[in-house]
């Protein structure tokens, strides 16, 4: 099992940029495809961003396209996620995960308990 410990969320004002962190456990962080999802208050947790094992490849939802850049350092198992021009809907829990396919949405891992980021307006 491989366990995730988010980091960096903290407040902000809109137009304002953070950049998350997700350190996570274990030899074959290498191996996975990774992915950012985020819970406002009253929402369920969508998807955010994700990225292939290797890091080449990335996608993002529609939300923040252009906004937010993934990107995974596999020699830290750590997974990164550059968010600029914070609107104030981005305010959420962000979470990270792995992903059963980089195309895919479905974690493998149980969640870690995330990281506030809060954008006032």
């Known amino acids: 099992q491989v366990q995730l410990v988010e980091s960096g969320g903290g407040t902000v004002q809109a137009g304002g940029s953070l950049r998350l962190s997700c350190a996570a456990s274990g030899r074959t962080f290498s191996s996975y495809a990774m992915a950012w999802f985020r819970q406002a208050p009253g929402k369920e947790r969508e998807f955010v961003a994700a990225v292939s094992s290797g890091g080449s490849s990335t996608r993002y939802a529609d939300s923040v396209k252009g906004r937010f850049s993934i990107s995974k350092d596999n020699a830290k198992n750590t997974v990164y996620l550059q968010m600029n021009s914070l609107k104030p809907e981005d305010t959420a829990v962000y979470y990270c995960?792995?992903?059963?396919?980089?195309?895919?949405?479905?974690?493998?891992?149980?969640w870690g308990r995330g990281t506030q980021v809060t954008v006032s307006s």
């Open positions: 995960n792995a992903l059963r396919a980089y195309g895919s949405s479905a974690t493998l891992f149980s």
